[in-house]
């Protein structure tokens, strides 16, 4: 912190008497956009805007949107009694399903949603049955209500979105 002050004095010291100061902190890039279209998710609607609104507040090189009007979305996502599961077709882009068959045996529909995004951020299922780990989906008791990446996943994301990673396509089902 006191390193940052000092340099940032010196800088505009710099800057004051007519010398260029080059920055040794690259301007950060707009997050990537993905716009979903929640249309077709039914009664799961809200909850979906949820599960996008949780991943904002914890990655920042990239963000879920709803889709405007007029645009092509890079997500759909649809409802059915099923348990739910995703399929990409690239990093970023694909298809989701909000299976009432979790939702029904009782796992938090939030979990669900913030979970089933993820894998269209680029994170596979681990089924280390923590409630911690969000990509854990149902291995964690039914109980659990944690619907927020941890550290580890949110780190994941950021650096999937930070280059031009391509992710090949895959199916991902939510089994008890």
Known sequence: ???????????????????????????????????????????FVSVVHQGAQIWNSRVTNVRLE?????????????????????????????????GRQAVNQGYHQPRIAAHEFGHLLGLPDRR??????LMSGSSAPVSCTNAYPNSREAATVNANFRTALTVAPQAYVWTP
């Open 1 to 43: 912190m006191i390193l940052r002050r000092v340099l940032a004095a010196l800088c505009t010291v710099a800057a004051l008497a007519g010398a260029q100061v080059i920055s040794a902190t690259p301007a950060s890039a707009a997050p990537r956009i993905l716009y979903y279209d929640a249309s077709q998710a039914q009664e």
């Open 66 to 98: 709803p889709v405007p009007a007029g645009r092509t979305p890079n997500i759909r996502v649809y409802a059915d009694n099923n348990w739910p599961r995703a399929q990409t077709t690239s990093l970023g882009n694909g298809r989701w399903w909000m």
């Open 128 to 133: 280390t049955g923590l409630c911690a780990d």
